[in-house]
Nanobody, 115 residues
Framework: QVQLVESGGGLVQAGGSLRLSCAVS????????MGWYRQAPGKQRELVAN???????NYADSVKGRFTLSRDNARNTLYLQMNDLKPEDTAVYLC?????????WGRGTQVTVSS
């Protein structure tokens, strides 16, 4: 059974950094389409960053220059390095991956940035 498990969230002061991890288990398939979304209370889920076709990284304008995607294929894990965090980055961050034509989601990890 395919599972995506996020980790690395927490409470951090504005200007701080966190690194989120998304570990994929239950498959040896290395997805070329993975990404991070976030959802704040009372707001719609929004794309933060994603990898398309395994080669192109896209970032939301609000995080460009501050967040960086990377992956470790050996560990089948996607990372999101978040620097210079702002209170408006506070949200539940969810990982998604397209595997064998189906979209899978993790349960999310909470990121809270205090001012």
């Amino acid at each position: 059974q395919v599972q995506l498990v996020e980790s690395g969230g927490g409470l951090v002061q504005a200007g701080g950094s966190l690194r989120l991890s998304c570990a994929v288990s239950g498959t040896v398939f290395r997805s070329n389409d993975m990404g991070w979304y976030r959802q704040a209370p009372g707001k719609q889920r929004e794309l933060v960053a994603n990898i398309i076709d395994g080669t192109t990284n896209n970032y939301a304008d609000s995080v460009k220059g501050r967040f960086t995607l990377s992956r470790d294929n050996a560990r089948n894990t996607l990372y999101l390095q978040m620097n210079d965090l702002k209170p408006e980055d506070t949200a539940v961050y969810l990982c998604t991956a397209q595997i064998y034509g189906r979209n899978y989601w993790g349960r999310g990890t909470q990121v809270t940035v205090s001012s």
